[in-house]
């Protein structure tokens, strides 16, 4: 019963969420909204008992991401000295497009039938760590030189011209 | 809640995401719309990894997470060093590299 009030409180805060995100002419405004959608996200991590999800959702998408477009916003609004006002284009186009889409997966959701929800079982942090340290280390070391990569990229493109 | 509920729940978001992506004219509200698509994409993940018992789904979202904030990052980057030399970040503006 718990669990599907707040599936349909997080379900509902995160749709609506997605929809300010994409329809709010405010740029700065749509960041916030997209900070909610990911907050409700974590709330539907932890309905799927990944707690440890949860934390890294808050950790480094609500906290890192929204920061750092926050940061990317306000320095480009600085240098206009403006509030950036964003419209669209294309909605009648795109609402057709992404309605297609959205019955395309529902075609396929509708085909697969109802799979039983297995008991939660153990210790999933544990297992998770080991898993990372086992068969996916390689793939976690690629993350970290790719991490680097990245943040050195994006260093060099945004330096100080001189 | 069913398998389906997450599934459905997911695919709303992704094509919200996409219709951002396909309308919005700034650069960083297209890049909050792929930031959607890739949020559905992990609720799809995680709701896979709990009904199938399976951990590689959780490592998998931990993994695009990671990528994400990575994308981001550099995303941004690009978008500061448009405006700087451009002086706009209005996607239709930046026509340099059409034929």
Known sequence: MTEIVGFCVAAVVLVGASLAVVLTP????????????????????????????????????????????????MLTERLVGASIRQTSRFVFNGAVLAAAVFAAIMGFVLQGGAVARPIAGGDQLRELGRALAGPFGVPLQLLGVLLVIALLGALYFARAED | MPLAAYLV?????????????????????????????????????VAFARFRADLAGLVFTLFTIAITVAEVAVGLAIVIVIFRVRRTIEADHLDLLRG
């Open chain 1, 26 to 73: 405010n740029l700065f405004h749509a960041v916030l909204w997209l900070a909610a959608a990911l907050v409700a996200t974590g709330g539907i991590f932890l309905l799927l008992d990944s707690p440890f999800l949860f934390a890294v959702q808050l950790l480094l998408y609500a906290g890192g991401v929204v920061t750092i477009v926050v940061f990317a916003i």
């Open chain 2, 9 to 45: 729940l997911a695919a709303l978001v992704f094509v919200i995401g996409l219709f951002g992506v396909l309308t919005r004219r700034n650069a960083v509200g297209i890049l909050l719309g792929i930031e959607l698509m890739l949020n559905a994409v992990n609720i799809n993940l």
